[in-house]
């Protein structure tokens, strides 16, 4: 079964300023896709960011941006120019390339709390 | 595109009641997903549909859990018996399948409460 991890609770950063999120994962697939959730406060759930195991290119998306290492396992976050909207809880999800089954689900780590210091 | 509902928002209930949600997918979207968010944890994944087919059940939590989506729009996810430990968040996703594939969108979630 795939595991995902993210080791920091909260994070901080100053308005205008960067911030990465940090991401571990474990799978023994070789084909997959990647996430990032952004969940606001007492608000649905949003997809800010995808990317595909199989392209070595990272995904961008306007001020976010991933860094994706696949012998590291690892799919960091990094916001540029952090604004106030940005707070939010962010959750990094895995789901496998193959079809059918759980496979379908997408496997979520705990979360980061970000915090957005005007 | 109206968006993923769901209803209730909240529901409190006495434990060993039965409650059921609903969900309400993106009308064009072909696959529905439930998952459960627990304090402090990500969203786990219980069920998903594609149509009306139970496409995967083996993750609800036990034999108290079901969900059914009889004609491929709503779904309904419904808890018997319902303990404490069940108190949580319950997700709702939905998604179309084909290109672009995998983007999830979900709902606001049904809060639960067990007294």
């Known amino acids: 079964a795939q595991t995902v991890t993210q080791s920091q609770p909260e994070m901080s950063v100053q308005e205008a300023e960067t911030v990465t999120l940090s991401c571990t994962y474990d799978?023994?697939?070789?084909?997959?896709?990647l996430f990032w959730y952004k969940q606001p406060p007492s608000r649905q759930m949003i997809l800010v960011i995808r990317?595909?195991?199989?392209?070595?290119q990272n995904a961008t998306e306007n001020r976010f941006s991933v860094n994706f290492q696949k012998a590291a396992k690892s799919f960091s976050l990094k916001i540029s120019d952090s604004q106030l909207g940005d707070a939010a809880m962010y959750f990094c999800?895995?789901?496998?390339?193959?079809?059918?089954?759980?496979?379908?689900?997408?496997?979520f780590g705990k979360g980061t709390h970000l915090i957005i210091q005007p | 595109d109206t968006g993923v509902s769901q209803d209730p928002r909240h529901k409190i209930t006495k434990r060993g009641q039965n409650v059921t949600f609903r969900c309400d997918p993106i009308s064009e979207h072909n696959r529905l997903y439930w998952y459960r968010q627990t304090l402090g944890q990500g969203p786990e994944f219980l069920t998903y549909f594609q149509n009306e087919a139970q496409l995967e059940k083996s993750r609800l939590l036990s034999d108290r859990f079901s969900a059914e989506r009889p004609k491929g729009s709503f779904s309904t996810l419904e808890i018997q018996r319902t303990e404490q430990g069940d108190s949580a968040m319950y997700l709702c996703?939905?998604?179309?399948?084909?290109?672009?594939?995998?983007?999830?969108?979900f709902g606001p979630g049904t809060r639960l409460t067990v007294t």
């Open positions: 999800a895995y789901r496998s390339d193959y079809s059918g089954g759980g496979a379908d689900g997408l496997t």
């Open positions: 799978t023994s697939e070789s084909d997959y896709y």
């Open positions: 990317q595909e195991a199989y392209k070595q």
């Open positions: 996703a939905s998604s179309i399948q084909g290109v672009p594939v995998l983007k999830q969108y």
